[in-house]
């Protein structure tokens, strides 16, 4: 599949301007991603709870349709989806028949007359979850669960969450992203979200070459030096070195990667006392961050995946219900 333009920012939204698919941040207002994170807090205690389902989602069907190999990701949607009473089916891509030749619409002509009501997908290639999107029957949606170099929605707002738990507001605070920017759809999706929800401060630090060109276009502060870049900080979000998309050799190795970028305490000492540790994971410990930093007292990467699944469970949630709101407005359509 080629890499795909995106889709306007309106499909993601019914006539009401409800969630109906989420597929990016971008564009979205601060009021819905507000909503988001509030309909997530009221999910977040539920693991403690006894009875850990509620019944939102109860006979809905739930196809996660990945393409790209995931396990965190993956078993926060499943479990998300669990949790809110649906049935779920995990397509295999790799011993499916898109591997003997099926196309990708034809896979979702299948699934269709099986009478999914959702779609969680992730894709090597940017835009896919658009088309998808805009393939599908108007009673089902679509969930990003990562496009290619494009968009990590769900991942984003997670990280949103966390942050928004331990710092509360987010306009007095500088956050600083770390690492390999060209390759990352979190980082993309991350640097959306904090500007709609005005952050005071977005910074990106990076070796040139893992910079996108004209990144400073997206309303952040470049550093090459993690001394400078760390400086008074509130939050330090490090991104994974992403190997499987580098097409050439980006760096002299991974060694010096660590020397120049990896977080460990000494560099950590640049930011303020309380700043705290996030990373989307999985973590390359050694390249990207030191043990003593993953897994010390400032580090908020464990919430991040409790979070996930609040996170997920909202959206999902918010989504089906803005599906069904939006059929009951066109009686003519059922």
């Not at 952040?220 to 499987?244: C, I, N, P, T, W």
């Not at 999985?282 to 930093?293: K, L």
Request: glycine share 6%; hydrophobic share 45%.
């Amino acid at each position: 599949m080629s890499e795909l333009n995106e889709a306007p920012a309106s499909i993601q939204l019914t006539s009401s301007g409800q969630l109906k698919h989420f597929l990016t941040v971008e564009g979205l207002s601060r009021e819905l991603l507000t909503e988001i994170l509030d309909t997530a807090d009221s999910f977040v205690d539920m693991s403690a709870q006894q009875v850990k389902k509620v019944p939102l989602l109860r006979g809905k069907t739930v196809v996660n349709l990945f393409f790209e190999a995931s396990t965190r990701t993956l078993s926060t949607f499943e479990l998300a989806a669990k949790r809110l009473s649906a049935d779920v089916l995990n397509l295999n891509i790799s011993t499916s028949s898109t591997s003997k030749g099926e196309t990708l619409k034809d896979t979702l002509m299948t699934l269709r007359a099986m009478h999914s009501d959702m779609f969680v997908v992730r894709h090597s290639s940017s835009g896919a979850a658009h088309f998808i999107a805009q393939h599908v029957t108007p009673d089902v949606a679509v969930i990003n669960a990562g496009d290619g170099r494009h968009a990590h929605p769900t991942q984003a707002m997670l990280d949103m969450l966390t942050i928004r738990q331990h710092k509360g507001d987010f306009a007095n605070l500088k956050i600083a992203i770390v690492g390999d920017i060209l390759h990352s759809r979190v980082a993309r999706s991350q640097i959306h979200a904090l500007k709609i929800l005005g952050a005071g401060e977005i910074r990106v630090i990076a070796p040139k070459t893992l910079l996108p060109s004209h990144i400073e276009a997206m309303g952040v502060k470049v550093f090459q030096e993690m001394s400078a870049g760390l400086r008074d900080v509130d939050v330090v979000m490090m991104l994974r070195l992403q190997k499987e998309r580098m097409q050439t050799a980006l760096l002299p190795s991974e060694a010096e990667f660590y020397k120049l970028y990896g977080l460990t305490n000494d560099k950590l000492a640049y930011a303020k006392a309380d700043a705290v540790v996030m990373h989307p994971g999985p973590i390359n410990r050694g390249v990207e961050i030191e043990s003593a930093v993953a897994d010390g007292p400032r580090s908020l990467i464990m919430n991040q995946v409790t979070n996930g699944i609040a996170v997920r469970m909202a959206v999902m949630s918010m989504a089906m219900s803005g599906q069904l709101t939006d059929i009951q407005k066109q009686p003519e359509l059922i």
